[in-house]
């Protein structure tokens, strides 16, 4: 072997040392910039949801405090009172045994998260009227849907369970079959009207509620 195949042996291995170097080099550039994106990805995932627990933790904290600013006031013993607010002028053809309203009032400058509540009041009456002042109540409460009479199970444990649980025991004490059963088309059903089967003279006794 001459010195010259020497020679071009010696920059062969060079070349192919330096391109093992560079392959190398290469592979594990690529590994951490994978490695690094990785890390970034999942760094970022974790910072969203850290950032939605503490958001989740401000709102349960902000709706419990707008709760317990809520302010309810009972109001009974003023009939008049009482029929005035909820439902109007009373007429004389209309008597109002027993009554009792609770109002709400919210903090609106406290606390903005009541923007747009319904500060409709809760109330339970026991009334006699004429069979015009019931039909009456069916369109009136227009902003329920009105009232519609129901019969079928549903209805019937929606208007037990508040009959069960009323603000006040002179609310419709009698058996549940007692009563004609209406209520508002919402879903929530909010306002109950039990009106009793035993009429009073010309007139009938209603319940009638909202909670």
């Given at each position: 072997?001459?010195?010259?195949?020497?020679?071009?042996?010696?920059v062969?291995?060079?070349?192919?040392n330096?391109?093992?170097?560079?392959?190398?080099?290469?592979?594990?550039?690529?590994?951490?910039?994978?490695?690094?994106?990785?890390?970034?990805?999942?760094?970022?995932?974790?910072?969203?949801?850290?950032?939605?627990?503490?958001?989740?933790?401000?709102?349960?904290?902000?709706c419990?405090?707008c709760?317990?600013?809520?302010?309810?006031?009972?109001?009974?013993?003023?009939?008049?009172?009482?029929?005035?607010?909820?439902?109007?002028?009373?007429?004389?053809?209309?008597?109002?045994?027993?009554?009792?309203?609770i109002?709400?009032?919210?903090?609106w400058?406290?606390?903005?998260?009541?923007?747009?509540?319904?500060?409709?009041?809760?109330?339970?009456?026991e009334?006699?009227v004429?069979?015009?002042?019931?039909?009456?109540?069916?369109?009136?409460?227009?902003?329920v849907?009105g009232?519609?009479?129901?019969?079928?199970p549903?209805?019937?444990?929606?208007?037990?369970?508040?009959?069960?649980?009323?603000?006040?025991?002179?609310?419709?004490?009698?058996?549940?079959?007692?009563?004609?059963?209406?209520h508002?088309?919402t879903?929530?059903?909010?306002?109950?009207?039990l009106?009793?089967?035993?009429?009073v003279?010309d007139?009938?006794?209603?319940?009638?509620?909202?909670?």
């Open positions: 072997m001459t010195r010259g195949d020497n020679a071009d042996k010696g062969h291995h060079e070349a192919m330096r391109g093992t170097v560079g392959s190398t080099t290469a592979i594990a550039k690529g590994v951490f910039e994978r490695a690094a994106r990785w890390f970034h990805r999942d760094l970022f995932r974790l910072q969203r949801k850290t950032l939605a627990l503490v958001l989740m933790c401000f709102v349960v904290s902000g419990e405090r709760v317990h600013s809520v302010q309810a006031e009972e109001h009974e013993g003023d009939n008049e009172w009482n029929y005035q607010r909820v439902f109007g002028t009373r007429p004389p053809t209309v008597t109002v045994i027993n009554s009792v309203v109002s709400y009032s919210y903090p400058h406290l606390y903005p998260c009541y923007m747009g509540v319904v500060t409709t009041d809760d109330f339970e009456f009334l006699l004429p069979r015009t002042w019931i039909e009456e109540r069916l369109r009136l409460f227009a902003a849907g009232l519609q009479k129901d019969e079928d549903f209805a019937r444990r929606r208007l037990g369970a508040r009959k069960d649980h009323p603000f006040r025991p002179w609310y419709a004490p009698k058996p549940l079959n007692s009563y004609d059963l209406y508002d088309l879903s929530a059903t909010y306002v109950h009207m009106v009793d089967k035993e009429i003279g007139r009938y006794r209603v319940f009638i509620s909202k909670h």
